[in-house]
């Protein structure tokens, strides 16, 4: 039933593709006639979205066309900004270990004691991914690319699921944060919470130290310090408050941990997982700390997450608490599913959070968290144009996404579900069945 259910779902895309992309080279192009939801304000029903030269120049109920633009009726249709799944290892890896990735697996760097702070994993984004399109096609437009491993895993970048040459054509700001990981005391070559805490704290005192007095270290004229030159430099602007640590934790006291932490050094802070966030809502609430959660899974992965539930979002937003939705369901959800962001909006819903507050918390507030709201997020004249045209909710599990524009752009590239179809929707003239 669900192999079937997957043959008809992307044939159906394969057709709506085929019949409603327009030409490539448009530099004009108007969707009209749908029910356009720009995030930043009220609905517009028979809306149209006007987009020039990747951009969006207008949006509205009475907006002029041009003659030449090229028209895509969007009538029964709804139109969205694409999609920003904030967690993904997008591009790094195939899926698993380099034996099961085409030998590569760019996703996280050995640094050193667990410290990697200088890794710019989007440097190694592979444009070719196979998990790209997949995702692309269902809404995805925009992903963050999140070394993972240590400590200190390394910068955090963000790019456009754009069809490209290199990974730098796809690059849509980095860095926008560090990431780390505070409820792992083994990922700082450590024992005991307390002790890998410390740690912590010995490193960030080394990077003002270092900042301090870098001639004197440049000179050998200094103690020995926590981690190398390279990260040291990297972990100014986390220490200066100018560059977000996004730190993976879920256990609540681990939270409150990490809230102390960030006071204590004057840190611009991101908790990441928070699967008893819901616990500390008030106190992340008041410290204007975004939480990156996902409403997929209420099973706990280990004694940090004994308080997991799929409530945590709405909980979050009704304490006040910025949420941006992440996917924490199976199947790998940051790399090979990272197109089933919208299933975990879809179930956030279903747990409390209003739709308009999950439509945001994969749209707008992801690209306000992120430092791109001036760009993408939301339909608004001024924006590149990374815009979805779906076939109903985008929430429904039924609805396929019909149109989907980056930068103004559509892509007839298939997916290797779609060549699988296709090769065996006709068979071979000699075949005889059994």
Same mark, same amino acid.
């Given at each position: 039933?669900?192999?079937?259910?997957?043959?008809?779902?992307?044939? *159906?895309?394969?057709?709506? =593709?085929?019949?409603?992309?327009?030409?490539?080279?448009?530099?004009?192009?108007? $969707?009209?006639?749908?029910?356009?939801?720009?995030?930043?304000?009220?609905? $517009?029903?028979?809306? #149209?979205?006007? /987009?020039?030269?990747?951009?969006?120049?207008?949006?509205?109920?009475?907006?002029?066309?041009?003659?030449?633009?090229?028209?895509?009726?969007?009538?029964?249709?709804?139109?969205?900004?694409?999609?920003?799944?904030?967690?993904?290892? =997008?591009?790094?890896?195939?899926?698993?270990?380099?034996?099961?990735?085409?030998?590569?697996?760019?996703?996280?760097?050995?640094?050193?004691?667990?410290?990697?702070?200088?890794?710019?994993?989007?440097?190694?984004?592979?444009?070719?991914?196979?998990?790209? $399109?997949?995702?692309?096609?269902?809404?995805?437009?925009?992903?963050?690319?999140?070394?993972?491993?240590?400590?200190?895993?390394?910068?955090?970048?963000?790019?456009?699921?754009?069809?490209?040459?290199?990974?730098?054509?796809?690059?849509?700001?980095?860095?926008?944060?560090?990431?780390?990981?505070?409820?792992?005391?083994?990922?700082?070559?450590?024992?005991?919470?307390?002790?890998?805490?410390?740690?912590?704290?010995?490193?960030?005192?080394?990077?003002?130290?270092? @900042?301090?007095?870098?001639?004197?270290?440049?000179?050998?004229?200094?103690?020995? *310090?926590?981690?190398?030159?390279?990260?040291?430099?990297?972990?100014?602007?986390?220490?200066?408050?100018?560059?977000?640590?996004?730190?993976?934790?879920?256990?609540?006291?681990?939270?409150?941990?990490?809230?102390?932490?960030?006071?204590?050094?004057?840190?611009?802070?991101?908790?990441?997982?928070?699967?008893?966030?819901?616990?500390?809502?008030?106190? *992340?609430?008041?410290?204007?700390?975004?939480?990156? #959660?996902?409403?997929?899974?209420? /099973?706990?992965?280990?004694?940090?997450?004994?308080?997991?539930? @799929?409530?945590?979002?709405?909980?979050?937003?009704?304490?006040?608490?910025?949420?941006?939705?992440?996917?924490?369901?199976?199947?790998?959800?940051?790399?090979?599913?990272?197109?089933?962001?919208?299933?975990?909006?879809?179930?956030?819903?279903?747990?409390? =959070?209003?739709?308009?507050?999950?439509?945001?918390?994969?749209?707008?507030?992801?690209?306000?968290? *992120?430092?791109?709201?001036? @760009?993408?997020?939301?339909?608004?004249?001024?924006?590149?144009?990374?815009?979805?045209?779906?076939?109903?909710?985008?929430?429904?599990?039924?609805?396929?996404?019909? @149109?989907?524009?980056?930068?103004?752009?559509?892509?007839?590239?298939?997916?290797?579900?779609?060549?699988?179809?296709?090769?065996?929707?006709?068979?071979?003239?000699?075949?005889?069945?059994?």
């Amino acid at each position: 039933m669900r192999a079937m259910t997957f043959l008809r779902r992307t044939a *159906l895309l394969s057709v709506g =593709l085929a019949a409603l992309a327009p030409r490539t080279g448009a530099q004009t192009v108007a $969707i009209t006639g749908g029910t356009v939801i720009p995030v930043s304000g009220p609905r $517009i029903a028979n809306g #149209t979205v006007l /987009i020039r030269d990747g951009r969006i120049v207008a949006v509205g109920a009475n907006v002029t066309i041009p003659a030449d633009a090229q028209r895509v009726d969007a009538t029964g249709k709804w139109v969205t900004p694409g999609f920003i799944n904030a967690a993904t290892t =997008l591009g790094l890896t195939e899926g698993g270990s380099p034996q099961f990735s085409g030998g590569y697996n760019d996703a996280s760097a050995n640094g050193s004691h667990g410290i990697a702070a200088a890794f710019e994993p989007w440097k190694g984004v592979n444009p070719a991914n196979t998990y790209i $399109i997949p995702s692309r096609q269902e809404g995805v437009t925009t992903v963050v690319v999140a070394p993972g491993g240590g400590m200190i895993g390394g910068r955090i970048g963000v790019i456009d699921l754009v069809d490209a040459a290199s990974a730098a054509e796809m690059l849509r700001r980095a860095p926008v944060a560090m990431s780390g990981d505070f409820g792992s005391p083994g990922a700082g070559e450590t024992g005991a919470r307390p002790e890998y805490w410390a740690k912590w704290r010995s490193l960030f005192d080394d990077v003002k130290a270092y @900042q301090a007095r870098r001639a004197a270290y440049e000179s050998g004229n200094t103690r020995a *310090l926590a981690a190398p030159r390279g990260e040291l430099e990297a972990l100014i602007p986390v220490v200066a408050g100018q560059l977000p640590l996004a730190l993976s934790v879920d256990r609540a006291t681990d939270i409150r941990a990490a809230l102390d932490f960030a006071k204590e050094y004057g840190l611009k802070l991101w908790i990441v997982g928070g699967a008893e966030a819901w616990m500390v809502a008030k106190e *992340l609430a008041a410290a204007k700390v975004p939480v990156f #959660t996902g409403a997929m899974n209420n /099973i706990p992965s280990s004694f940090d997450a004994l308080g997991q539930r @799929q409530e945590t979002a709405a909980l979050l937003r009704a304490a006040g608490v910025t949420v941006v939705l992440i996917g924490n369901g199976p199947g790998d959800p940051a790399n090979i599913n990272v197109r089933n962001i919208r299933q975990e909006a879809g179930n956030a819903v279903a747990y409390g =959070l209003s739709w308009d507050e999950a439509l945001r918390a994969i749209t707008l507030a992801p690209a306000e968290v *992120l430092g791109i709201a001036g @760009q993408v997020g939301s339909l608004d004249a001024g924006k590149d144009a990374n815009v979805v045209v779906w076939s109903g909710d985008p929430f429904e599990f039924s609805s396929v996404a019909e @149109q989907v524009f980056v930068r103004g752009r559509t892509s007839s590239a298939k997916s290797r579900q779609q060549q699988l179809l296709e090769r065996y929707l006709t068979l071979p003239p000699a075949y005889r069945r059994p």
